[in-house]
T-cell receptor, first 113, second 118 residues
Framework: DQQVKQNSPSLSVQEGRISILNCDYT??????FLWYKKYPAEGPTFLIS?????DKNEDGRFTVFLNKSAKHLSLHIVPSQPGDSAVYFC????????????FGKGTRLHILP | GAVVSQHPSRVICKSGTSVKIECRSL??????MFWYRQFPKQSLMLMAT?????????EQGVEKDKFLINHASLTLSTLTVTSAHPEDSSFYIC??????????????FGPGTRLTVL
């Protein structure tokens, strides 16, 4: 049973517009959420995270929003740039129990010129 | 979908001993595997990239003589923590990609191994 779901396998966005990547989770014990970015043939690199005590965390062009009641988080990238084309993984962890990270299957983002 | 397994899922060992962690791709050939370490409340740290049949590429700051990686086959990579110390206690995750496959973007993560060094 997938505890972290990224229901959109791919997403295409025009350069300069906002990219919104979505992630849903089922385990209410998750209290720490992370986004990773991955280029082809490379390992994922950490992008941004958010603790469950917050509902928003911003870092430059990247903002992560957390809706605990809906068990939903999203990553916003604005403005989108060509270098943002990659696969984005959502991950979740229950730090107050076992801080094992559970990954979603990823969403491939294409930034169109 | 592709599955990556890790064994053991949990291991407790005494300080000074060595521990081997296995990472297996169960239904695909993993030309490349990655080993990560997770620190409490922190994101994953890439330790090394393991390519089948060749030496692993270690990230800066990771001791290759302490964390021995062997990727002897297309379905198995092992990480051996040598002379383990309590500070090596962590959660170790492997992931695998199939560079020979159609989709090199897709990365499959193992469930992780919790190492506790007493």
């Amino acid at each position: 049973d997938q505890q972290v779901k990224q229901n959109s396998p791919s997403l295409s966005v025009q350069e300069g517009r906002i990219s919104i990547l979505n992630c849903d989770y089922t385990n209410s014990m998750f209290d720490y959420f992370l986004w990773y970015k991955k280029y082809p043939a490379e390992g994922p690199t950490f992008l941004i995270s958010i603790s469950s005590i917050k509902d928003k965390n911003e870092d430059g062009r990247f903002t992560v929003f957390l809706n605990k009641s809906a068990k939903h988080l999203s990553l916003h990238i604005v403005p989108s740039q060509p270098g943002d084309s990659a696969v984005y993984f959502c991950a979740a962890s229950a730090l107050n129990r076992d801080d094992k990270i559970i990954f979603g299957k990823g969403t491939r983002l294409h930034i169109l010129p | 979908g592709a599955v990556v397994s890790q064994h053991p899922s949990r291991v407790i060992c005494k300080s000074g001993t060595s521990v081997k962690i296995e990472c297996r791709s169960l239904d695909f050939q993993a030309t490349t595997m990655f080993w990560y370490r997770q620190f409490p409340k922190q994101s994953l740290m890439l330790m090394a990239t393991s390519n089948e049949g060749s030496k692993a590429t270690y990230e800066q700051g990771v001791e290759k003589d302490k964390f021995l990686i062997n990727h002897a086959s297309l379905t198995l990579s092992t990480l051996t923590v040598t002379s383990a110390h309590p500070e090596d206690s962590s959660f170790y995750i492997c992931s695998a990609i199939d560079l020979a496959g159609v989709d090199t973007d897709t990365q499959y993560f193992g469930p992780g191994t919790r190492l506790t060094v007493l």
